[in-house]
């Protein structure tokens, strides 16, 4: 199977389809169907949902029960099912069938020429413009039984889900329209049967505000079911003699909207989209509440397996991948979120400095993003607690490679924000250590090691402690996620200690448009937020390195790689745990066409590259070998922070708890075998 094969990664293409239907035409439904099966097959469909009744139209009233009908309905099941044997996807076709003297509203579940089995509605509307218990009886009490279609039989019952043998987590189950607007639907039980998708073969009529409340619906019960969710429901051809039809396709997995169609569609109506079966496995292994609660509920259900065989070559992907997962490109969501994280910092910082006696707080201002947003968030829990900013004791501490630049913005931030300002030069006493230890940049050698360094991210921080203590006061860290995960922090006397990290839990690549929308917000005054913009445009560096002949500084990305991709990964990682192999194929996906798809807003045009897949797998192993391979340490060690990011932190109290002594050789294995080097 093809490395660019959606099948190969954890993903299933399901599709919803509202065919024309045609009243009390079964022969016709059947061809609207196959048609639609034969196109879906084209586009690597695994699973297709059609809608409640689709064989015969639901707005048919009393012909439901006219014999010619009804017979017509199972010629036309026995042609979808001997002409599906050539077919990729699973069909569920919506249907009237006649089981011992009754009438029953069905999903029948039909795959390569076999009929897998048929589910019965189990809650019939008779309310309102509802009439259902007149046509139908409830699929209530009939778990375990067998239909007879034609000469054909199959199980019957709504205790039945269908398993693909050769697709990890994909799963079916299917219920019929009224079963979703119930407190306890079907797919509930279907769910905690191991069922991850979950189908509504609908009808449900169009009336004003109604379409907000299934999205509703279809969105909660994915989430809460941690599982995709199809949903099919009548469009053209319905009678409107007293109701109106808006043929809404859509699919969602847990809680979010992956597809929706648009509605009134003057014909046939499509919507495809990849769901993550990985993802879903994933979220339902890490929330043991929701087995606890199989063990509490569960049913009893028959599982039919099949056997998909899907395509093994490239089929694209039918999902949007975020560009940065924590960081969503839609703008108003995006405010959200920067609006969330900034509060949780704030109020994070405000009740410990609250719980230990309101000291000062003490802030290394280094000029760049993390020590900015540090900052910014020290300055607004003064505010809120009607504290002057002068508690607040910045100190600028410039080394060996600190820039005019770096240093100039330290200041005007400082100054702008009505902070303590205080600069202390640590080269003195970093030359006198280095001296101490005999190293040769001592002696007057250009040797740059990682002593030379950490002299001086040392000396920063021992410095900040002193004065805490000095002051009366606490440090603030400013280190961030994305260096905790790749161990990019100088141990214990550096800047991986403080005595609370506000930044601990934020992503660097949410940093920058956190700082962005403090300066639009107009939290702070005009100057901060234009010492705030300038700020910006930094180059990401350590500045302990002095720039070479050419004028070129240290570069962190150089180093560790663009923490646009080792957040990709980070989170996936984090969040997840995918493998590396299907990481690289979702970032090849986000990442390897700049002009596809959307940046989040005010991201800078020159910062809008692509990664080509070599060196999203170069980048990967760097991140592999220092998430798992050896900074797991530092990680183990954290001072106290907030969690902000739904996508995990790395707290050993939290959500990330590793041994300090494990090895990333698994991991990379996996990726060196799995992931093609060209």
Not at 311 to 330: K, Q, T, W
Not at 382 to 388: A, C, L
Not at 643 to 654: D, I, M, Q, T, Y
């Amino acid at each position: 199977m093809s490395f660019h094969s959606l099948y190969r990664h954890g993903f299933a293409r399901l599709a919803a389809c509202t065919p024309q239907v045609s009243l009390a035409d079964p022969a016709a439904n059947a061809e609207a169907v196959l048609a639609a099966a034969r196109d879906l097959h084209a586009r690597g469909v695994a699973v297709a949902v059609f809608p409640e009744l689709g064989l015969s139209g639901y707005s048919i009233d009393d012909l439901l029960l006219q014999d010619v009908l009804l017979d017509a309905v199972e010629a036309a099941v026995e042609r979808i099912i001997a002409e599906s044997a050539g077919l990729l996807p699973v069909l569920l076709v919506g249907a009237p069938l006649r089981h011992e003297g009754r009438l029953y509203n069905c999903a029948l579940a039909i795959h390569r020429g076999r009929l897998l089995g048929v589910v019965p509605k189990i809650h019939l509307p008779n309310y309102r413009e509802f009439y259902e218990r007149r046509h139908f009886a409830s699929g209530t009490g009939t778990e375990g039984g067998t239909v007879r279609i034609g000469t054909l039989d199959a199980p019957f019952g709504p205790d039945l889900i269908f398993a693909a043998e050769d697709i990890r987590g994909l799963v079916i189950h299917a219920e019929v329209c009224e079963d979703l607007w119930v407190p306890s639907p079907p797919s509930n039980d279907g769910a905690l049967a191991g069922a991850t998708v979950l189908a509504n073969l609908s009808a449900s009529n169009i009336t004003i505000g109604k379409a907000d409340t299934r999205r509703l619906l279809c969105a909660s019960q994915s989430a809460r079911c941690l599982a995709a969710y199809v949903y099919a429901a009548a469009g053209a051809g319905e009678s409107t003699t007293d109701l109106a039809w808006d043929g809404q396709v859509s699919i969602y997995e847990n809680g979010a909207t992956l597809v929706e169609s648009e509605r009134f569609p003057s014909g046939q109506q499509v919507a495809i989209a990849d769901a993550d079966l990985d993802l879903l496995r994933q979220e339902r292994a890490r929330q043991g509440t929701f087995d606890d609660n199989r063990r509490l509920h569960a049913r009893p259900f028959r599982r039919i397996t099949f056997r998909l065989d899907p395509p093994m070559e490239d089929l694209g992907l039918e999902r949007r991948i975020e560009r940065f997962p924590f960081v969503p490109a839609d703008p108003a969501r995006l405010s959200q979120d920067c609006y969330e994280a900034y509060a949780i910092q704030v109020s994070g910082l405000m009740q410990r400095l609250g719980a230990i006696g309101n000291p000062k707080i003490v802030i290394g201002v280094s000029g760049g993003l993390d020590s900015t947003q540090a900052l910014i968030v020290a300055a607004r829990a003064m505010d809120r607690m009607g504290r002057p900013r002068t508690d607040i004791i910045g100190y600028t501490m410039p080394g060996f490679a600190t820039s005019e630049g770096t240093k100039s913005s330290a200041h005007r931030l400082m100054a702008s924000l009505g902070i303590t300002v205080r600069e202390l030069d640590i080269r003195p006493a970093a030359r006198q250590m280095l001296s101490d230890l005999g190293h040769r940049f001592a002696g007057g050698e250009p040797v740059y090691d990682v002593t030379f360094e950490n002299v001086q991210a040392g000396l920063r921080t021992d410095y900040l402690f002193r004065a805490a203590n000095n002051e009366g006061g606490i440090v603030l860290g400013t280190g961030d996620l994305s260096e905790l995960a790749l161990g990019w922090c100088t141990y214990g006397v550096g800047d991986q200690m403080s005595h609370y990290n506000v930044n601990g839990g934020v992503p660097k690549t949410l940093i920058q448009h956190l700082i962005r929308w403090v300066a639009e917000t107009g939290l702070f005054d005009a100057e901060v937020s234009s010492v705030l913009v300038d700020i910006l445009g930094t180059e990401i560096s350590p500045e302990l390195v002095p720039a070479d002949a050419g004028g070129a500084i240290q570069s962190t990305e150089s180093k560790i790689g663009p923490y646009a991709l080792q957040d990709f990964t980070l989170f996936y990682v984090l969040r997840h745990g995918f493998l590396p192999s299907k990481i690289a194929f979702m970032a090849e996906r986000a990442w390897s066409d700049a002009a596809r798809g959307s940046w989040p807003p005010h991201f800078p045009q020159e910062r809008r590259r692509a990664f080509a897949l070599p060196e999203i797998r170069h980048w990967m192993e760097v991140f592999l070998s220092r998430f798992f391979g050896f900074s797991q340490f530092k990680r183990s060690a954290l001072p106290n922070g907030p969690k902000v990011a739904a996508g995990g932190s790395l707290s050993p109290r939290g959500d990330w708890r590793a041994p300090s002594d494990g090895n990333a050789a698994a991991w990379l294995a996996e990726l060196r075998k799995n992931v093609p080097e060209a």
